[in-house]
C-alpha cells in the first residue's frame, strides 16, 4: 500500500498532468468552428494552431528530459507551467489566427510530461510505482473524457479567448500542487558521459525502443479513433455529439475495475510481459468488432469498450515498465524519448484518422487501424520481462553527513539508487535483490547498525 507521502505526492503530480490535458484538450472539440472568428483565420490554419502545441511538445520532451537527469526536477516543471500559461495568455489576447498559433507553441514549449513522470518516479517506491503510475494514467484519461465535455460549454459561457483564459488559470494552478510534493535529491552510482552520449545510449536500447513504439502506436489509434469515432456514434448508434462525453466517462469508469487489478497482477506476481501483450491484443480485438458490427448501436459500443479497457491497462504499465527498464541515471531522458513518441504519434494519428474519413467504406477504416496494432504487437513480442527493483525506507543518519552516507551506500553490491528526502528526514533505497550477496548483507548491516530485511 502506498504510504500518505506516496500518496500526496501522486496526488500532485497527477493533478498536474490533468490540469495540462484539460486546458490543452478543452480547445480541440470547439476550435474547428470558433476558431473562424480570428483574423486571417484559413482551415490550415486552423489546424495548425490546434497541432502546433503537439509539435513543439514533441521536439522540446528531449532537451527538458536531459536537464531534468542532471538537475533538480521541480523547478524544471515550473519553467515548463509558466510556458504553459504564458502560452494560453498569448493565445487569449490574440485577435488573428498567428497569434494563436504562436501562443499554442510556446504553451507546447513547456514541455514537461517526462520530468512530471521522473518525478513520481523518484518519490515512490518501486513496489508502488505501477500504481501511481496508474493513478496519472487514469487522470490523463478522466481529463480528456472532461475537456469534451467542458470546452463546449465553457465556450457558451466566456468564449473563445475566455477559454484560453482558463488554461492560463490551470497552468497557474499546477504549479502550486507543486507545494505537496518533497523536496528530493538523487544519489546514484557515478557515470559521467555528455548529453549526446547519454541520448545515444538511451537510443541503443532495444526494448526501450519497443517501449516508444508501444507509446507511439498506442496514442496514434486514440487520436485517430476519436476523430473517426463520433460520426459513427451519430450515424449508427444515434447518439448527438453533444452526449459524446457521457458515452465516454462510462466507459472509462468501466475501464477502472479492470485496469488496477491488471496493475497488480503484473507487479505483485511478475506478469507485466504477459499483460503488457494480453492488452495489445485487448487493441486489436476491440478493432477487429468494429470491422465487422459498427453498423450496431450496442456492437459498436462494445468495441469502444474493449479498447478503452486495454488503453488504460496500457497507459498504466507503459510509464511504470519504462521506469523500470531505463538506466537509472538517464531516466526523465528516456521517459523525454518516449514523451516525444507520444506526441508524434498524437499528430500521426490525427493525420491518419483525418484521411480515413474521406473513405466510403468503414470497415476498411477499422482494418486500417487493426492492421497498425497487429504490426505493433509483433514488434512488441520481443520485450523481455522488466527488472524488479526493491525499496527500503531507511531514517537518514543523525551523525554523518548525508552525501557521505549515500556514498557509502552506493559502494555496495546491489544498491542502485538512493533519494534522499531531507525536510522528512528519510530515504528511499532502491535495490536489485538479484545482485544482492551474504557480503552486501554484511556491508549494509554495519553501516546501518541493525539487520536489515532484503
Not at 510530461?113 to 478522466?142: H, P, Y
Amino acid at each position: 500500500m502506498m504510504n500518505a507521502l506516496e500518496r500526496r505526492s501522486t496526488f500532485a503530480l497527477s493533478s498536474i498532468f490533468a490540469l495540462r490535458m484539460l486546458g490543452l484538450f478543452m480547445i480541440i472539440p470547439v476550435f474547428s468552428v470558433a476558431g473562424q472568428s480570428y483574423q486571417g483565420a484559413t482551415p490550415a490554419l486552423i489546424g495548425l494552431a490546434v497541432g502546433v502545441y503537439g509539435l513543439t511538445q514533441a521536439i522540446l520532451q528531449i532537451p527538458f528530459s536531459l536537464l531534468a537527469d542532471r538537475f533538480s526536477r521541480k523547478p524544471l516543471v515550473v519553467l515548463g507551467l509558466l510556458l504553459f500559461a504564458l502560452g494560453g495568455a498569448i493565445a487569449a489576447m490574440s485577435e488573428t489566427i498567428y497569434g494563436v498559433i504562436i501562443g499554442r507553441a510556446i504553451a507546447g514549449g513547456g514541455a514537461v510530461s517526462a520530468v512530471v513522470m521522473a518525478l513520481l518516479a523518484d518519490v515512490t517506491r518501486e513496489e508502488q510505482r505501477s500504481k501511481a503510475m496508474a493513478v496519472m494514467g487514469m487522470s490523463i484519461g478522466f481529463s480528456f473524457m472532461l475537456a469534451f465535455s467542458l470546452g463546449p460549454w465553457l465556450t457558451s459561457l466566456v468564449g473563445i479567448s475566455g477559454l484560453f483564459w482558463v488554461t492560463t488559470i490551470m497552468g497557474l494552478a499546477a504549479i502550486s500542487m507543486l507545494l505537496l510534493v518533497p523536496k528530493v535529491t538523487r544519489h546514484h552510482k557515478n557515470y559521467q558521459q555528455g548529453y549526446l552520449a547519454q541520448l545515444k545510449q538511451v537510443l541503443k536500447m532495444g526494448d526501450l525502443n519497443r517501449l516508444h513504439v508501444s507509446v507511439f502506436a498506442l496514442h496514434l489509434l486514440l487520436t485517430a479513433m476519436f476523430i473517426y469515432m463520433p460520426s459513427q456514434l451519430i450515424q449508427f448508434a444515434d447518439i448527438p455529439l453533444a452526449s459524446h462525453g457521457l458515452v465516454y466517462l462510462p466507459l472509462l469508469v468501466i475501464s477502472l475495475f479492470f485496469a488496477f487489478p491488471s496493475i497488480i497482477l503484473a507487479e505483485k506476481y511478475r506478469k507485466m510481459r504477459g499483460i503488457f501483450l494480453t492488452a495489445i491484443g485487448g487493441i486489436i480485438l476491440g478493432l477487429l468488432v468494429l470491422i465487422f458490427g459498427h453498423e450496431s448501436k450496442y456492437i459498436l459500443l462494445a468495441g469502444l469498450g474493449f479498447f478503452f479497457i486495454a488503453f488504460n491497462v496500457m497507459e498504466a504499465l507503459l510509464p511504470s515498465w519504462l521506469s523500470k527498464s531505463a538506466p537509472i541515471q538517464s531516466k526523465a531522458t528516456a521517459m523525454g524519448v518516449n514523451a516525444s513518441s507520444q506526441f508524434l504519434g498524437a499528430f500521426f494519428g490525427g493525420m491518419i484518422g483525418g484521411q480515413l474519413l474521406l473513405l466510403n467504406n468503414t470497415a476498411l477504416g477499422w482494418g486500417i487501424l487493426s492492421a497498425i496494432a497487429i504490426v505493433w504487437l509483433l514488434i512488441s513480442w520481443g520485450l523481455a520481462q522488466p527488472r524488479y527493483l526493491s525499496s527500503l525506507v531507511l531514517r537518514l543518519p543523525e551523525a554523518k553527513q548525508t552525501d557521505e552516507w549515500t556514498s557509502q551506500l552506493l559502494a555496495i553490491r546491489g544498491i542502485e539508487e538512493v533519494v534522499v528526502m531531507s525536510d522528512q528526514q528519510f530515504a528511499y533505497v532502491k535495490i536489485d535483490k538479484q545482485l544482492i550477496n551474504e557480503a552486501a548483507r554484511q556491508d549494509l548491516t554495519q553501516l546501518l547498525g541493525k539487520d536489515v530485511a532484503i
